[in-house]
């Protein structure tokens, strides 16, 4: 009796085999091929090759599990790896394309170097370039203060801070895939935008009060509510006040019932800021049942919409 076995009747294929590889210069592990034979038991003897003899000095391939590395760069932005896969009894041979990017030819470089950003929640974006195709930029800070941030990726750098020092400098850098980095140096300017410290300012008189006196003292402050030095003032004409220095003068008695309106101006170096006064006589004052009394308010509400300030007058 004679029996004929079914045997070894197809060619190994290929498997979800790469159209286009990109791999890096610097990169060892390449790919890991895939192929299957419809002789079931022919899979477990598939073995890998690399054709081109010459392409086996830059690159080598496991028989067994088909993971191909790189040995050394070619110095070649293109290759095409002849392989070729098989079951002891037939090869079938194809080609892998790849596309190799020598990301260390080029380091990366900063549009500018030193960067100027005003006070804001976000500062600014610092920005750096690299000429290898394809290459990828991580950005990182270096001695900066607390709450300043930068995103690794888009250069944008935050702040999460209300208070900082009048003069903030620190540095950022720029890495690339083969890890060449630069640097450059970051400063925050804070924009002096000289400003009352209210936009109208309430003040109330007793009839009492004599003639002439001083009423209030003004000063203007900057973004950050720090006063500043240097400063010059000015109301509209009226006989009954004047205004020395930063003082507010009364100069004449005021009618009892009658409100005053009238403008301030602040002078700091070339800019100019402009306020509201308003004020009228009290004759009575009232005692309250308590020495204070407690309310909740909606602090980011009451800070966006109002402008809140305590006055002083000195009686003499």
């Known amino acids: 009796k004679l029996n004929i076995l079914d045997y070894n009747n197809h060619h190994p294929i290929f498997f979800n085999l790469p159209l286009n590889l990109t791999i890096s210069s610097d990169d060892i592990f390449v790919t890991k091929l895939f192929a299957y034979d419809l002789d079931f038991y022919d899979n477990e003897n598939l073995k890998y090759y690399l054709i081109d003899k010459d392409q086996q000095k830059f690159f080598s391939i496991n028989e067994k599990t088909g993971i191909i590395i790189q040995k050394i760069f070619s110095n070649q932005t293109f290759s095409q790896l002849k392989i070729a896969v098989s079951d002891g009894l037939y090869l079938t041979i194809n080609y892998l394309p790849i596309t190799i990017y020598d990301y260390s030819k080029h380091s990366p470089k900063f549009s500018s170097n030193e960067y100027l950003f005003q006070y804001n929640k976000i500062l600014g974006q610092i920005s750096a370039y690299d000429l290898d195709p394809n290459d990828r930029i991580i950005y990182k800070l270096y001695l900066e203060p607390d709450g300043i941030i930068i995103d690794s990726y888009s250069g944008i750098i935050t702040i999460h801070r209300d208070i900082f020092p009048q003069k903030i ?14 640097y450059t140096k970051i400063q925050i300017i804070f924009p002096i935008q000289p400003k009352f410290k209210s936009n109208l300012y309430f ?107 305590k006055f002083k007058i000195k009686k003499k």
């Open 169 to 182: 400098e620190f540095f950022a850098s720029a890495s690339d895939y083969a890890q060449q980095i630069v």
């Open 203 to 309: 003040i109330y008189l007793n009839s009492t009060i004599k003639i002439p006196s001083e009423i209030f003292q003004f000063e203007l402050v900057d973004s950050l509510n720090q006063q500043l030095l240097l400063t010059k003032f000015k109301i509209d004409e009226t006989k009954f006040f004047d205004i020395k220095q930063n003082k507010l003068i009364l100069k004449k008695q005021l009618y009892p019932l009658k409100i005053s309106y009238f403008n301030i101006y602040g002078y700091w170096k070339n800019y100019t800021c402009q306020s509201i006064i308003q004020i009228m006589y009290i004759e009575k004052i009232f005692k309250l049942n308590k020495q204070f009394y407690e309310y909740k308010i909606d602090k980011i509400l009451l800070k966006e919409n109002f402008f809140i300030t």
